[in-house]
């Protein structure tokens, strides 16, 4: 793997900066890295001593000196120094050669601000960019599931993240209608936690939450839905304590979050002008991001809004596959691409 990382070096990148994940693409090579967006730093100096998988293992199993951070909450920068220091690992372990200075596009939600994008695009000028440019995340999945923006007809996407749910109407290479909520799979995870606090008087961990989410989580009813065993603190005893949850216990948690995500979808078609809608009526609206993952949401979003849902083929990956589309058809789709003028 070293040498072809080698090759690397010089060539242009895009990075889904993700809450949950971030995922590497290098132009010619596609994906070549896919980590949590997790850093583990020394509070006493306050140097990284892990970033990615192994970060992501000791959190919540960290002595007193060791903090596991994760720098992105609901889809935006919470930690510029962290997140920088993240992103310069990231770009090195993909380059090897500290003086690569790559051109980067970092895919950003929908509803940020300017003040927050500018932050993304510093990051990325500090971890060693040559040229840092930013793509909306739903335009970036747009273009990863396939989907033909530059035609004069609506396509619908909605990409469910770890912090946040973009969803956005692209008709003629540009975002007509869009929503973006800061609701994604962490907010899942909470409202996981929070039922089982308040049902059955146990804590657990955010990722027993997430693991407990992908194995019995759903948004629909369906045949032979699974139960799973969970372990956690007693809040009672403050004992270790084992407790059985079904799948229809796991759906009522996440009701809440699950209906703002329904409610965004419902919003943004009502605010599609008709022509469009007509359209999207015909195509579907396509589900994308690790959210789309969670059984039954295409189901329960084909239920409530009446239209046909098409799940992406890769959901987890639509976002840096479009970004990646991006660099190797520079010239072509250098319109959806936004930068700040910076020498």
């Not at 990615?52 to 720098?71: L, V």
């Not at 335009?139 to 035609?151: D, H, K, N, T, V």
């Not at 994604?184 to 997430?210: P, Q, Y």
């Not at 032979?224 to 229809?248: C, N, Q």
């Amino acid at each position: 793997m070293a040498e072809t990382l080698f090759s690397f070096a010089g060539q242009d990148m895009a990075i889904d900066l993700g809450t949950a994940n971030t995922l590497v693409y290098v132009r010619s090579h596609g994906i070549v890295l896919n980590e949590p967006s997790v850093v583990a730093i020394n509070s006493q100096n306050g140097k990284p001593l892990a970033v990615g998988m192994e970060a992501k293992r000791m959190i919540g199993r960290t002595p007193a000196n060791i903090t596991a951070i994760r720098p992105l909450r609901d889809g935006v920068i919470a930690d510029f120094d962290i997140t920088e220091k993240m992103l310069r690992y990231f770009i090195q372990k993909v380059h090897r050669r500290k003086w690569a200075r790559p051109r980067i596009v970092v895919c950003v939600p929908s509803g940020i601000t300017p003040v927050e994008r500018r932050a993304v695009e510093e990051a990325a000028y500090h971890a060693g960019a040559r040229r840092a440019y930013t793509i909306e995340e739903p335009m970036a999945a747009a273009i990863g599931s396939g989907l033909p923006i530059g035609e004069p007809s609506g396509s619908m996407v909605v990409d469910i993240g770890g912090g946040t749910t973009e969803v956005a109407v692209i008709s003629l290479g540009g975002i007509v209608v869009s929503r973006s909520i800061r609701v994604g799979g962490d907010e899942l995870d909470t409202a996981i936690i929070d039922w089982i606090k308040k049902e059955h008087n146990v804590l657990i961990g955010e990722r027993t939450a997430e693991q407990l989410k992908m194995a019995v989580g759903s948004a629909w009813p369906y045949a032979d839905e699974p139960s799973a065993e969970v372990r956690g603190r007693d809040l009672v005893t403050g004992l270790p304590k084992t407790i059985l949850l079904s799948s229809p216990e796991i759906r009522e948690a996440i009701e809440e979050p699950a209906q703002a995500i329904v409610d965004a979808v419902k919003y943004t078609l009502d605010k599609t002008p008709p022509e469009l809608a007509a359209d999207i009526v015909e195509r579907g609206i396509v589900l994308t991001g690790g959210g789309a993952l969670l059984v039954g949401l295409d189901h329960r979003l084909a239920h409530e809004t009446g239209m046909p849902i098409v799940t992406a083929a890769n959901p987890l990956q639509s976002v840096v596959l479009g970004s990646g589309k991006c660099l190797e058809e520079f010239e072509a789709l250098h319109s959806v691409l936004a930068s700040s003028a910076r020498p």
